[in-house]
């Protein structure tokens, strides 16, 4: 090989060095564009309206769309002046000549909005994501939004009905107040029926076959169900709390007792022992 020739070795390393350089030099200029860039940061409510939709819209001084930003998030813009839109059920709210700074942060606080949240999760905890439909609570109710559980909304303050999709007939608040500053959480836990079993006796001796149980909401005289004589009596309820007012058609003992409360959790079972010669005691598993 000639004096002061390169080999293919050496080739490969000054590539290495080239290649290498090159990307040092990409690196510093991307760590200097970002450095260059700010970011706006939009608070609406702190974290009341953390996360909740829909997002704010951002434009430039020539009326070009420069990005978007959700509530308690933030947005990198390259310097200069910018436009907030933020668009809520039943309005919008504008922001302008806001002034990014490179390497700094312009905070956006918004407060004269309403925040709807709406849970509606099943019987296993979950949150399945039902629809939900809010609308005007004046006729003609009109329909304002539809989201799914588990969000949250900005609206404009008002007074509004909320219907969330769950099984099997849908649930529905009436008159919910959205008030400016403030928010509305609504939540809906699926529940599992519980089941009650009245036994009834005298002396220790069941007489369910003599005696009618009848179940009232608690305190009132609402009945909720009924169990005529017979081998037992048996009632699926919804959790809540009851009384019951048993009649003793045997001739034996008090011909009629009320026994109260009896209180029932989310797909428990409860047995009430009714002594109809005034021995009373509940247990439940």
Same mark, same amino acid.
Request: aromatic fraction near 4%.
């Given at each position: 090989m000639a004096h002061g020739a390169r080999g293919p070795y050496d080739c490969r390393v000054m590539r290495l060095k080239r290649d290498a350089i090159l990307l040092v030099a990409l690196l510093l200029c991307s760590i200097a564009s970002a450095a260059e860039r700010g970011k706006i940061k939009l608070d609406v409510l702190d974290e009341l309206g953390a996360g909740a939709r829909p997002a704010a819209q951002i434009f430039a001084a020539d009326g070009r769309h420069a990005g978007e930003v959700a509530p308690g998030a933030a947005v990198e813009l390259p310097p200069g002046a910018y436009k907030l839109v933020l668009p809520i059920v039943g309005g919008r709210i504008e922001r302008d000549g806001i002034l990014v700074e490179a390497g700094r942060t312009h905070t956006v606080l918004i407060t004269n909005v309403a925040v709807l949240s709406v849970s509606a999760r099943n019987a296993g905890g979950q949150e399945p994501g039902f629809a939900v439909t809010v609308t005007d609570s004046s006729p003609p109710h009109q329909k304002l939004a539809q989201f799914l559980s588990g969000e949250k909304m900005l609206f404009a303050p008002r007074q509004?009905?909320? /219907?969330?999709?769950?099984?099997?007939?849908?649930?529905?608040? %009436?008159?919910?107040?959205?008030?400016?500053? %403030?928010?509305?959480?609504?939540?809906? /836990? @699926? @529940?599992?029926?519980? @089941?009650? =079993?009245?036994?009834?006796?005298?002396?220790?001796? #069941? =007489?369910?076959?003599?005696?009618?149980? =009848?179940?009232?909401?608690?305190?009132?005289?609402?009945? =909720?169900?009924?169990?005529? #004589?017979?081998?037992? %009596?048996?009632?699926?309820?919804?959790?809540?709390?009851?009384?019951?007012?048993? @009649?003793?058609?045997?001739?034996k003992g008090r011909p009629f007792m009320m026994d109260r409360p009896i209180h029932l959790e989310s797909g428990q079972k409860v047995e009430r022992q009714v002594a109809l010669d005034g021995e009373n005691s509940a247990n439940g598993n």
């Amino acid at each position: 090989m000639a004096h002061g020739a390169r080999g293919p070795y050496d080739c490969r390393v000054m590539r290495l060095k080239r290649d290498a350089i090159l990307l040092v030099a990409l690196l510093l200029c991307s760590i200097a564009s970002a450095a260059e860039r700010g970011k706006i940061k939009l608070d609406v409510l702190d974290e009341l309206g953390a996360g909740a939709r829909p997002a704010a819209q951002i434009f430039a001084a020539d009326g070009r769309h420069a990005g978007e930003v959700a509530p308690g998030a933030a947005v990198e813009l390259p310097p200069g002046a910018y436009k907030l839109v933020l668009p809520i059920v039943g309005g919008r709210i504008e922001r302008d000549g806001i002034l990014v700074e490179a390497g700094r942060t312009h905070t956006v606080l918004i407060t004269n909005v309403a925040v709807l949240s709406v849970s509606a999760r099943n019987a296993g905890g979950q949150e399945p994501g039902f629809a939900v439909t809010v609308t005007d609570s004046s006729p003609p109710h009109q329909k304002l939004a539809q989201f799914l559980s588990g969000e949250k909304m900005l609206f404009a303050p008002r007074q509004v009905d909320v /219907k969330v999709d769950v099984p099997p007939q849908g649930y529905l608040w %009436h008159d919910v107040t959205l008030r400016q500053g %403030h928010r509305a959480g609504l939540e809906f /836990k @699926e @529940e599992k029926p519980a @089941e009650l =079993i009245v036994h009834t006796s005298v002396a220790r001796t #069941p =007489i369910d076959s003599a005696t009618r149980v =009848i179940v009232y909401q608690a305190g009132t005289q609402k009945q =909720i169900a009924v169990s005529t #004589p017979g081998a037992q %009596h048996r009632f699926t309820l919804d959790p809540g709390d009851y009384d019951i007012y048993v @009649e003793n058609h045997s001739g034996k003992g008090r011909p009629f007792m009320m026994d109260r409360p009896i209180h029932l959790e989310s797909g428990q079972k409860v047995e009430r022992q009714v002594a109809l010669d005034g021995e009373n005691s509940a247990n439940g598993n």
